[in-house]
């Protein structure tokens, strides 16, 4: 068994921060790859960053420089760092993790875990 359980949604205005976090447990531990997936209405779900177990990561590049993805690892959380937000970034905002990541860290049909999701809604 595992859990994934985000916190951190909110609505915010465009420039602003925000920093959502997603506590693992169970199953899911240190060894594990994690990241962060979003999708909005009538889209697709897309992967934004993903963080391996060697401390590797990727982003989207829509979010490239604005995001951070980051581990706690003695609390065994994950966090996503939003800066410079924009309309186009409001999404339900999921935690995922598997195994292992590499190169297909944005396919989410690898991902064995899955959080609820939260919300984060970005007005102009």
């Known amino acids: 068994q595992a859990q994934l359980m985000e916190t951190g949604g909110d609505s915010v205005q465009a420039q602003g921060s925000l920093t959502l976090s997603c506590a693992a447990s169970g199953r899911v531990d240190n060894s594990y790859c994690m990241s962060w997936f979003r999708q909005s209405p009538g889209k697709k779900r897309e992967a934004v960053a993903a963080?391996?177990?060697?401390?590797?990561?990727n982003y989207a590049d829509n979010v490239q420089g604005r995001f951070t993805i980051s581990k706690d690892k003695a609390k065994n959380t994950l966090y996503l760092q939003m800066n410079n937000l924009k309309p186009e970034d409001t999404a339900m905002y999921y935690c995922?993790?598997?195994?292992?990541?590499?190169?297909?860290?944005?396919?989410?049909?690898?991902?064995?875990?899955w959080g609820q999701g939260t919300q984060v809604t970005v007005s102009q």
């Open positions: 995922a993790a598997n195994f292992w990541c590499g190169s297909m860290w944005h396919e989410e049909l690898r991902y064995s875990y």
């Open positions: 963080i391996d177990t060697d401390g590797t990561t």
